[in-house]
């Protein structure tokens, strides 16, 4: 049953994601240098300065995205080389905005594909303070307020077991 209503919830978003095609809109530069201001005035500044290594490149994330943040002590304890920052970062994201409130509505169970859409991400919600994204807690719920973009702070580097 519970795998039921997990499925039946990734067809819903997948719909919902086919009809709003985010990743086709061209490309608002205003709008990610906004999300990383906001990434920037709540100290999440190894993050902010990943997505600013790529602005420009072709590497760079393009749509309205929602970004999983680790914070910086994470990051420095993590090895992530020059070329595998644009992979790093799409792990790091889902391909659509969702503020907290359209994340809590996915029951513990769902998949929901991660901005490499061959990786997805399983959803464990037991409300705000207990939702995790794989082994990632969220700890610090919509940060990125004045932008398309929506970005929310987790404890950890996102693992993928698939
Ligand atoms: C780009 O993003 C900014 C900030 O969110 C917004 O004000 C502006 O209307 C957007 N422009 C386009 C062309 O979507
Ligand atoms: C998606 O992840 C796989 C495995 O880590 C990697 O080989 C591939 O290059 C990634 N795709 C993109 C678009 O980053």
């Known amino acids: ?35 990383i201001r ?20 072709t590497a760079q994330p393009n749509g309205e995205f929602t970004f999983l943040m680790p914070d910086d002590k994470q990051l420095s304890s993590s090895s992530i080389s020059a070329d595998q920052v644009g992979d790093f970062l799409l792990k790091h994201a889902i391909p659509m905005p969702l503020y907290f409130s359209d994340l809590s509505h996915f029951p513990t169970g769902t998949l929901i594909p991660s901005g490499n859409t061959s990786k997805m991400i399983r959803i464990h919600n037991r409300g705000k303070g207990d939702f995790f994204l794989n082994n990632a807690k969220i700890v610090s719920a919509n940060v990125c307020l004045k932008s398309v973009i929506k970005c929310h702070g987790v404890d950890a580097i996102i693992d993928y077991y698939n």
């Open 1 to 35: 049953m519970a795998l039921i209503s997990s499925c039946f919830f990734i067809i819903l978003f997948l719909l919902g994601f086919a009809e709003s095609q985010p990743l086709t809109h061209p490309f608002n530069h205003t709008d990610l240098q906004s999300a």
């Open 38 to 57: 906001d990434m920037r005035a709540k100290s999440y500044y190894g993050f902010a300065m990943l997505l600013q290594m790529l602005t420009g490149t």
